[in-house]
């Protein structure tokens, strides 16, 4: 598990910025093969999205569509900064528009790890779209995980004892008499099968004593 927050500090009201080049470097750094990726905003106002960002006049488009659905003036809505129960009421924002906004882009985005590289399309980028602009200290945790078998071949990698056969494999010599149950051979055995056989069960009393009684 490879766990890093990556920070930010935006330049506009709205803008939309890649960081596909940064969730690349998380992984490298990870170490992990093949597993998952979880990128999180920690924010209310600033979302995630997999788009083609490398395309800045889309990303026009898209706040100019954004700014058209959600009307810009927050003097319009219920929401104040000040009426958050965790507020120390100096907070006057009236930013119902960003909050609004955010909820019509992702949260957070989730993408596979296929051999070291992110499983994105030839056009996707990786983008965060900030809507409460300009602000400093803006955060994306990033969570990366491996499939189960790559967990086990990463902790091999990392040094962790690899079990053989013979210490996985229950020796029937080491244990309890009382757990070794008798075949289903043994438990027929006949009064005339020899000694041999009475010295087999001789650990185990309740057949002893049964073999005893037999005439």
Not at 27 to 52: F, K, N, P, W
Request: charged fraction near 30%.
């Amino acid at each position: 598990m490879h766990r890093k927050i990556l920070t930010y500090s935006t330049r506009a009201k709205s803008e939309i910025r890649t960081i596909t080049g940064d969730l690349r470097r998380c992984v490298a750094e990870s170490g992990i093969r093949d597993g998952c990726l979880l990128a999180y905003s920690l924010h209310t106002t600033l979302g995630l999205m997999i788009q083609e960002t490398a395309e800045t006049h889309l990303c026009e488009d898209v706040l100019d569509y954004l700014g058209f659905v959600i009307e810009e003036d927050g003097e319009l809505y219920k929401h104040r900064g000040h009426l958050h129960p965790r507020s120390n009421g100096d907070d006057t924002d009236c930013n119902a528009p960003s909050h609004l906004r955010q909820i019509l882009v992702n949260q957070n985005v989730l993408l596979d790890v296929h051999n070291g590289e992110l499983a994105l399309g030839t056009w996707q980028d990786v983008a965060i779209a900030e809507f409460d602009g300009p602000r400093v200290g803006r955060n994306v945790l990033v969570k990366i995980w491996a499939d189960p078998k790559e967990t086990k071949d990463w902790a091999r990698r990392a040094g962790a004892p690899r079990r053989t056969k013979r210490e996985r494999r229950t020796r029937s010599d080491e244990l309890p008499a009382t757990a070794a149950l008798p075949s289903q051979s043994s438990s027929r055995l006949s009064a005339g099968s020899g000694g041999d056989h009475q010295s087999s069960i001789s650990n185990i009393p309740s057949l002893a004593r049964r073999s005893e009684r037999r005439p």
